[in-house]
């Protein structure tokens, strides 16, 4: 059924146009920003000039931007690890629970899932609060009498830990919803044959599920590494990328760089560098869709 | 075409339609004799024991967040607070209620967020028919392009876009901003509705076209109802989105406070209530409350619309 | 360049109408001109003023000028660079500012501030306080007109001294530090400290004789790493030590005057005025608040305070320049003046009104600090130094155990590269 007639066309067409306005044309606007010499006085009385790749020669010079790059790729790593093995074990039990458990456990994933991430970020913050906070009050009743007003944002390796556990937490319930319902169109038959070949449960998910669901697996992580890698209001609503910096991944550094420093022409730098880091490390996957899409389906 | 699995047309809640998983006995409503097998392994203890644990894991910030908005001051302030809040009070409600213009941003945050969704739903569903039914030169790297457009650096856009808006004169705008929500939510729709739309046999729209539809009506009379519980999940995650941004609000709205939204005063929530973690956590229950409603509604829904979307991604 | 000029000029033709119009009925004459009447958004700080103030001014001035609605609006700390530059560079601006007197030079700097050179006379400019007007005074143009000043003093609770025994306020930082320690006990705080109050830090380090920048050879360079800027750090982090302050906030998260409301503190570092917002969440506290000037190391001499204070600026972008210089004018006035100083115990922007605040123990305290007054580093990029928080981050870093001369050293270089960045 090729379809030679206009209608696709047309039915693209408000896509196209809104991405264009809207997301195109800003991105050249600052894809411009980030050539030009953009500061305050600029954004306020216009007339910028052109100062050619000077931003992203004093970006790429300073020690600082390598820093905050390897500490995203960082970030992004553990999160997704975390995420993607913590959902993936979720979906696995979810699959063998008895139905009112699924049931109770599915909901509760869906109201986490569905909680705002501000509203998440402000009960992460009344949790590990120093003083009233629930964290430091079991942490002390269970005999660890330093956590007493423990200030777990102002140490770069708790406020880092902290925010894992807040991505994590939010995170998990889709994958594993999504995993899970991949699972659930997995044939018994296939886990049935698995078993009487003596697998083992670990060699059946290598061998059976696995495979299986290696394109949902790698449509769930792709997109978490979208997501984590471009997290943004936990970080900052949490503390501004810090202590000192600890929690300052890309996107953070491209907006502390602009709209507190009102360096906007080396904030669109950065941000450019990011689009194009993310497209690098995802340019396998976005090259195997293509391939599919090309061949239909 | 009467084939249609039990779980489409009528959507089993969480109840999954396709096939069962798992090691062990199907997945599904086990028989009585299954239940009694199972209840006495010890394997399935531990595995309910370590469900319960990820549940109340996973629960309990959010039922702290209720616990706090609910206990008087005076008990969060206590050396030693309890599960249950001994005297559930409403008065943080009612000072969170009772802050100035909450309401309005309220009204704002709805309006916004309800029209972007809406409009990206529309547009989104105008190309996932193209996409999941058409062939047509360019399909491929169109897809490709949709996926992409998720990588979007958003916060770089604030001052590009600010910039435009001046020159446009739609600075202080809620139209402006419905436009930025929409283009943010625009991708991720288009790339579950297509998923959702692959998953409706395309059998059923040629059988209605060989009974004399046009193409539309084909598509009204038989797709769209099908589309429906997919329609209900992709709009929420739309919604999710929408509701909780709040950078391009601190850009695109600067002299009419009364055009801000709901995220925007929750972030800044110590500037109006201090110390006062009652009313913050009441806050939080109230912004969250919207989103967990629709869900709660769209649950039953959502959770067969999750199936059918996902497993074609 | 040219650009510039042209907009300074045609600014002061502006001013010279206003100033026509000014003279004589004040902003109302202006509003006929206009179909309806005139709405005037006027962004204040938060805890500049009590509610209550801002409701009474709105009111007066309104009634006063029939043709203005005036839409007073409370803005919050966080984020407001980002939300001042977005005002300035907008087309539809807020009509009057208030900006921290650090900040005035930046936002000059970027071309969106109306010049008011031409109006100092007319808002009696030769009896503002040197120290307010000049921070509002770049390259010799006049673009912040001085709203009040205050210095910081130690507000104390007179009750819980009494408890503790304590006859006489501290006169120098070793009693200082003494008659906290017998204040700290119990339930009781000596003194709630933020971890993260650099211009009390900073006095320290006055004190003792460091900085926290200083130019040499025409670039500046962060200084926290010298001996005494040391030495001032950790006599901050002694004090801090007597009581629950947060080590990883400053005084405003949560608000300290809602801490000290309690009734729990028996010392906090805050401008008087924050004795008023104490009394406004515990009205039952009132005569039982004190004051003293922040101990010096020695007896003869308060310690070093910062020079706190606002200016108010009109934007370029303002729709209805005139209205707002008239309100300008009104909350810079003699009136307004005489009320901020004695509602929120500021001194005010004129020297001829100093006598207002003779009576009042918290102001009688400021002036004797305000003696041995200091500004911050004198440069544009100051501001994007308070904008990156770094020295707050060092003081939380140190507070939390890290080497202090490690710390020092990395926030002196970021200090370095932020000052020495061009604009």
Request: proline residues 6%; charged residues 15%.
């Amino acid at each position: 059924m090729r379809t030679r007639n206009l209608w696709p066309y047309l039915l693209i067409a408000p896509t196209v146009a809104g991405g264009v306005f809207l997301l195109l044309y800003p991105l050249l606007r600052a894809a411009l920003i980030s050539v030009q010499h953009f500061r305050m006085g600029e954004l306020v009385r216009g007339g910028a000039r052109l100062t050619g790749l000077d931003n992203y020669r004093e970006l790429l010079a300073a020690e600082e931007f390598w820093a905050v790059t390897l500490r995203t790729f960082g970030w992004t790593a553990v999160n997704v690890v975390l995420i993607v093995g913590l959902s993936t074990a979720v979906a696995l039990m979810l699959a063998r629970l008895g139905r009112r458990m699924r049931v109770a456990l599915m909901s509760v994933l869906a109201l986490v899932w569905a909680t705002p991430v501000i509203a998440a970020t402000t009960i992460f913050q009344w949790l590990f609060q120093s003083e009233l906070g629930i964290v430091n009050r079991l942490l002390v009743a269970l005999g660890f009498d330093s956590f007493q007003g423990h200030s777990w944002f102002a140490d770069g390796g708790a406020m880092f830990g902290v925010l894992v556990a807040l991505v994590v937490w939010q995170s998990v319930p889709f994958a594993a919803l999504t995993l899970y319902a991949g699972l659930t169109t997995i044939p018994a038959e296939l886990y049935e044959s698995a078993r009487i070949d003596g697998g083992t449960g670990p060699q059946i998910f290598a061998r059976v599920t696995f495979p299986i669901l290696r394109p949902m697996f790698a449509l769930v992580t792709s997109l978490e590494v979208i997501w984590v890698f471009k997290c943004f209001p936990q970080i900052w609503v949490l503390g501004q990328g810090g202590p000192d910096g600890a929690t300052t991944t890309l996107p953070v550094y491209a907006f502390k760089v602009a709209r507190v420093l009102h360096r906007y022409d080396l904030g669109s730098a950065v941000a450019m560098l990011t689009v194009a880091v993310l497209a690098v490390a995802l340019a396998g996957n976005l090259r195997r869709m293509l391939r599919q899409e090309g061949a239909g389906s | 075409m009467r084939t249609l699995p039990a779980g489409r047309s009528r959507p089993a809640g969480t109840r999954p339609a396709g096939g069962r998983a798992g090691g062990g006995a199907p997945a599904g409503v086990p028989t009585g004799a299954a239940r009694r097998r199972r209840a006495v392994r010890p394997g399935r203890i531990a595995l309910n024991a370590c469900a319960a644990a990820v549940l109340a894991v996973m629960a309990f910030p959010v039922y702290w967040m209720f616990a706090t908005a609910f206990r008087p001051t005076a008990e969060i302030q206590a050396g030693t607070p309890g599960l249950w809040p001994a005297h559930p009070t409403l008065e943080h409600f009612a000072a969170a209620v009772a802050a100035d213009g909450f309401w309005t941003f309220w009204r704002n945050s709805l309006a916004v967020t309800a029209a972007a969704v809406l409009l990206a739903l529309t547009v989104a569903l105008l190309s996932a028919v193209a996409v999941a039914r058409m062939r047509w030169r360019g399909r491929g790297p169109f897809i490709v392009m949709v996926f992409a457009a998720q990588m979007a650096p958003w916060e770089a856009l604030l001052v590009p876009m600010f910039v435009i808006a001046r020159d446009t004169g739609l600075l202080d705008s809620l139209a402006m901003l419905t436009g930025v929500y929409f283009m943010i939510t625009l991708p991720f729709t288009i790339v579950t509705l297509r998923g959702f739309l692959a998953a409706v046999p395309a059998e059923l729209e040629e059988a209605a076209l060989v009974d004399g539809c046009t193409r539309p009506a084909a598509f009204r009379r038989v797709i769209f109802p099908l589309l429906a519980p997919g329609l209900m999940a992709t709009s929420l995650f739309g919604f999710v989105t929408a509701w909780n941004e709040f950078a391009f609000v601190n850009v695109l709205i600067i002299k009419d406070r009364d055009k801000r939204t709901l995220p925007v005063w929750l972030s800044s929530f110590r500037d109006v209530f201090g110390t006062d973690w009652g009313a913050t956590m009441a806050a939080a229950t109230l912004f969250a409350l919207p989103v967990l409603v629709v869900f709660l509604f769209l649950q039953r829904r959502v959770g067969a619309g999750l199936t059918a979307g996902a497993v074609k991604g | 360049m040219k650009h510039r000029l042209l907009a300074a000029a045609a600014a002061l033709a502006l001013a010279a109408t206003a100033a026509a119009c000014g003279s004589g009925s004040g902003g109302g004459s202006a509003a006929p001109a206009d179909s309806g009447p005139v709405r005037l958004t006027v962004w204040i700080m938060d805890g500049s003023v009590t509610d209550e103030l801002v409701k009474r001014f709105e009111t007066g001035y309104e009634s006063a000028h029939p043709g203005v609605d005036l839409d007073v609006q409370i803005q919050a700390w966080d984020g407001i660079g980002e939300r001042t530059t977005a005002a300035l560079a907008s087309t539809d601006a807020p009509d009057v500012i208030e900006v921290g007197n650090t900040q005035v030079a930046q936002y000059a700097a970027s071309g969106g501030v109306r010049d008011l050179s031409g109006e100092v006379a007319d808002l009696g400019g030769a009896d503002w306080i040197p120290g307010l007007a000049q921070p509002g005074n770049i390259d010799g143009r006049q673009y912040g007109v001085p709203w009040y000043a205050a210095n910081r003093v130690v507000v104390y609770n007179k009750d819980l001294f009494a408890k503790a025994g304590i006859e006489a306020p501290p006169r120098t930082r070793d009693e200082w530090l003494e008659i906290t320690a017998r204040l700290d006990r119990g339930g009781d705080q000596g003194i709630y400290l933020t971890g993260q109050t650099w211009y009390a830090l900073a006095g320290f380090v006055w004190d003792e004789g460091g900085d926290l920048a200083v130019k040499e050879g025409g670039r500046w360079k962060g200084a926290l790493d010298t001996p005494q800027a040391l030495a001032g750090m950790d006599f901050y982090r002694r004090l801090q030590a007597l009581g629950k302050g947060p080590k990883d906030a400053d005084e405003a998260n949560p608000p300290q005057h809602e801490v000290f409301a309690q009734g729990r503190v028996a010392q906090m570092i805050s401008v008087p005025g924050g004795a008023a917002r104490v009394l406004e969440v515990a009205p039952e506290m009132k005569g039982k608040l004190g004051f003293f000037p922040i101990p010096g190391k020695t007896a003869d001499k308060p310690g070093a305070v910062f020079t706190g204070g606002s200016d108010l600026i009109i934007p370029e972008a303002s729709r209805h320049p005139d209205a707002a210089y008239a309100v300008v004018k009104a909350l810079a006035g003699e009136d307004f003046q005489t009320e901020l100083a004695k509602t929120m115990n500021f001194v005010p922007n004129r020297a001829s009104l100093a006598h207002v605040l003779d009576a009042d123990e918290g102001t009688a305290a400021m002036a004797r600090g305000a003696a041995n007054g200091r500004a911050t580093p004198n440069t544009p990029n100051w501001a994007a130094v308070e904008a990156t928080s770094v020295i707050k981050q060092y003081m939380t870093a140190v507070l939390t155990g890290k080497d202090p001369a490690t710390e020092a050293r990395k926030a002196s270089e970021a200090i370095t590269t932020t000052l020495n960045s061009g604009s």
